[in-house]
């Protein structure tokens, strides 16, 4: 087999009702040059390995597999970083989730096209379509980041993390500039976008390149509002010392989700004026972002006082 210029990978965990229209969508792509599939099943007990390995026999020359007997995700291990990327030998990489597909036969040869012609850009990705599994109605998000933008839109590390523009299922990044994502404890997309976007700019192309499914059994659907909170913001802690400085949409975020935290948390304190003046310290701490930081915290405060009051009312 030819060294392929793309590895496409995909993270599998109880996807056996997914996993075929996964394989099948990737499978279907009509490239100019050679693809490798690099497929994952942590630990699986619902027959999904049985299903990667019937794909892995049928297509020996394109599919390459990694069987986990216990899971790995549980553990925190980094999946991509130990167990999927450390096998690509492509020049790109393009994932896709075993419980999401593609819809879009040329995607993988439209975004290469784009990064071979556009060496300045790291990263580019589509439109995608999202599902409730259960459900047979296809639905779309408004786009608009896109609306005055027919041809696609560039985004930088500055202002990407302010649309969240690109979704897992339809990037295609550089596979050099992802060389040392295990440097963080936490690896996800955006890790992945932290280190592309250093090196690069990003593109959304305005096409539809697949679907989004949303289903219980979903990496982040049994977690709280405030798991998911937390996890945001100690992944934060983690990238903004190397990142911090260079995009200023990061750090809004990290201050977004920080004073969400925070007065979730408030909620439930029984200490109100200490617990509320940790808010309005950290609002102040930091300085580049100052006005950013108070405009949340009067934001969040008058959210916080209108709820208090009408639970009062209620009383």
């Not at 192309?205 to 979903?218: A, D, K, N, R």
Request: with cysteine.
């Amino acid at each position: 087999m030819n060294t392929p210029l793309v590895s496409v990978v995909s993270i599998a965990y109880q996807h056996a009702p997914f996993i075929r229209q996964c394989m099948d969508s990737v499978l279907m792509q009509k490239t100019s040059f050679p693809i490798e599939y690099i497929v994952h099943d942590d630990a699986s007990t619902d027959g999904t390995a049985d299903i990667i390995r019937e794909y892995e026999a049928r297509y020996p020359d394109i599919i390459k597999a990694v069987y986990q007997t216990e899971n790995q995700y549980s553990k925190g291990a980094k999946i991509w970083g130990e167990f999927l990327f450390p096998h690509v030998r492509g020049k790109y990489i393009a994932t896709c989730d075993g419980d999401d597909y593609w819809t879009d036969p040329l995607k993988l040869q439209k975004q290469v096209d784009f990064l071979e012609a556009n060496p300045d850009y790291a990263i580019c990705g589509g439109k995608y379509h999202y599902r409730y599994v259960g459900q047979d109605e296809i639905l779309d998000y408004d786009w608009k980041e896109l609306k005055n933008y027919p041809k696609g839109r560039t985004f930088t590390f500055d202002d990407f993390f302010d649309t969240y523009p690109l979704l897992t299922l339809t990037v295609c990044f550089r596979s050099e500039y992802v060389s040392n994502i295990n440097k963080y404890k936490t690896c996800i997309d955006d890790t992945v976008y932290c280190l592309v976007l250093d090196r690069g700019k990003a593109f959304c192309i305005p096409e539809y390149f697949g679907v989004y499914q949303l289903h219980p059994g979903g990496v982040n659907a049994g977690k709280t509002h405030r798991q998911r909170l937390q996890f945001s913001v100690d992944f934060h802690k983690q990238v903004l010392p190397d990142f911090g400085h260079k995009s200023k949409s990061l750090r809004k975020r990290n201050i977004r989700d920080t004073i969400d935290l925070y007065f979730y948390d408030l909620a439930e304190s029984k200490h109100f004026f200490k617990d509320y003046l940790k808010i309005v310290r950290f609002a102040f701490s930091g300085k580049k972002d100052i006005f950013y930081s108070l405009a949340q915290l009067f934001e969040k405060t008058g959210r916080y006082a209108s709820a208090r009051v009408k639970k009062l009312v209620k009383k």
